[in-house]
């Protein structure tokens, strides 16, 4: 079957360093994970290369900071206008290199103007406090405001899962507030980043201030974090890697955004039908490779049967099949290596007394989405991340104790509670240890420009347009001493 979408050419591409096209001694071809068909060859920096961008990068920061907030809000909400313009060809660009389904690739895309469309606004309102000096015996005659100053070099490494709003999270505050950055792409997905740095350049951008450098996490990423001219990076990713981040950049700040194994509580007194879809949709959307997915799911006893035999049906309705398909909603993992990885999770569960009630198999070269009851918390898909279309249900009998299976928990991103009961979404506000309690939905709500981000190995540092800004500006205290002639 054939879809309606752009005809799509094997290209190669480049790096873009210094708002030009750069080639390097290798390039590698890029697949579809879900098709196998070769989509382009991709350029590989090494490090003499990445370091070239980090040189066009130190540049042009002297450019990009010193240009009025107005004219950095102008550049960015052009980018937004050019993305609605060409959003067909953005979301199949996402599909294509990711698998992620057609339908949910527009969501990403729609989600990525507004990221946009957020960092011009805050591109407009970077600003101090005055302090009271007075307050203090040794402050008075004294006045004096803070300012925000831009840092520098941003290195940006960002993941597969979402190509073009993740890259959009850190590009959007880093130039909204002044600074340069280069920019390392997964290796899976880097036609998203290179589509967007073409629309920076179109926007007016200058040359230098945005470098996009393609290639090995190992090679790319390590130049990055070891150039003492880069200030700050920013990565989201899988928490062994920014684990080993952290560990490298010294006193360089670092943002954090890494994984989970976020969880949902349901109450006994919640209307069971209403919240089946929302399940659904955490679960399984982008086949479970969301930082945020639902992979736990808590049911009060006197609620659970009913949970489970809807939920099962549900998931049983799901279409998988080609990312190009409207209809799709589970298409293939980034890679056959990540399938084989979480079948074993499976089995591992089913050989230590749990029940795989649906999926559990591979079906043309896709993971159907499982739905697995009685797993102890000890297995794999309980308590690492799972990043695949396996959510586990399991009965509790109070939310108490629910909040207590939450929390024993390596990670700590957001969590969900669905309760009719006050005290107990007090109760669940309070005890949670996550970035962010969601009251009467699941924990996979997000929206651009929420602070966002978590405790414990889900990483540290908030994105969400304003927080990243804070992130991304050093604070500066100017001190007046009011002399009296
Ligand atoms: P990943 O394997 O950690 O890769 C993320 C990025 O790091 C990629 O660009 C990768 O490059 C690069 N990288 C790999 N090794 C590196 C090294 N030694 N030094 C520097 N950079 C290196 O993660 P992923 O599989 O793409 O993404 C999935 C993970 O991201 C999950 O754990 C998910 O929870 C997390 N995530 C978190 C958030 C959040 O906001 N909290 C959002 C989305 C995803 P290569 O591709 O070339 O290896």
């Known amino acids: 079957m054939t879809y309606n979408v752009h005809v799509h050419k094997v290209e190669k591409k480049y790096l873009w360093i210094n708002g030009k096209k750069v080639t390097s001694d290798t390039f590698t071809p890029l697949y579809s994970p879900y098709s196998h068909e070769k989509i382009a060859d991709i350029a590989m920096a090494d490090e003499q290369l990445t370091t070239d961008a980090i040189s066009s990068a130190y540049k042009a920061f002297n450019i990009i900071s010193t240009k009025p907030a ?109 600074n340069s950055v280069v920019l390392k792409p997964a290796s899976q997905t880097p036609l998203s980043a290179l589509f967007i740095a073409e629309l920076f350049q179109e926007a007016g951008l200058p040359n230098g201030v945005l470098n996009v450098v393609t290639g090995s996490g190992t090679i790319v990423g390590e130049a990055i974090i070891k150039d003492d001219r880069v200030k700050m990076v920013t990565f989201t990713g899988s928490p062994e890697v920014g684990i080993g981040i952290r560990g490298k950049a010294g006193l360089k700040k670092t943002t954090l955004e890494l994984g989970s194994n976020a969880a949902v509580i349901i109450d006994e007194d919640v209307n ?5 879809e929302r399940c659904v949709m955490g679960a399984f959307s982008n086949q479970g490779q969301v930082c945020i997915s639902l992979q736990r799911i808590y049911v009060h006893e006197n609620a659970y049967t009913q949970f489970v035999e809807k939920f099962v049906a549900a998931t049983k309705k799901l279409k998988m099949g080609n990312p190009m398909n409207p209809d799709t909603y589970v298409s293939s993992l980034i890679s056959e290596r990540e399938t084989k990885r979480a079948l074993k999770w499976i089995e591992e569960a089913k050989q230590n007394h749990a029940q795989v009630l649906v999926g559990g198999k591979i079906n043309n070269g896709i993971l159907e989405p499982t739905v697995i009851v009685d797993a102890n918390p000890k297995l794999k898909v309980s308590c690492q991340e799972v990043f695949a279309p396996i959510v586990i249900i399991n009965p509790i009998v109070s939310v108490e104790e629910a909040i207590g299976y939450v929390n024993d928990s390596q990670f700590g991103l957001q969590a969900g509670l669905y309760t009719q009961n006050i005290n107990h979404a007090l109760l669940a506000t309070d005890r949670l240890e996550v970035g962010a309690v969601i009251i009467n939905d699941i924990p996979t709500f997000r929206v651009d420009h929420m602070p966002y981000g978590g405790v414990k190995n889900s990483g540290t540092g908030r994105e969400g347009v304003k927080f990243a800004v804070e992130e991304m500006t050093e604070l500066k205290l100017v001190v007046w001493n009011q002399l009296q002639n």
């Open 70 to 178: 107005y004219e950095r809000a102008i550049i960015l909400e052009k980018v937004a206008n050019l993305l609605t313009e060409r959003a067909e060809q953005a979301a199949e660009i996402i599909a294509l290199e990711s698998a992620k389904p057609i339908t949910f690739a527009k969501t990403e895309v729609a989600r990525t103007i507004e990221t946009y469309k957020f960092a011009a606004e805050e591109a407009k309102r970077i600003h101090g406090e005055t302090i009271p000096f007075d307050a203090s015996p040794g402050g008075v005659g004294r006045m004096g405001y803070t300012i925000r100053k831009p840092i520098g070099v941003i290195g940006a490494i960002t993941p597969f899962n979402f190509p073009m709003n993740l890259v959009a999270h850190k590009l959007g505050p880093a130039i909204a507030s002044g």
């Open 272 to 276: 069971i039908d209403s919240l089946i």
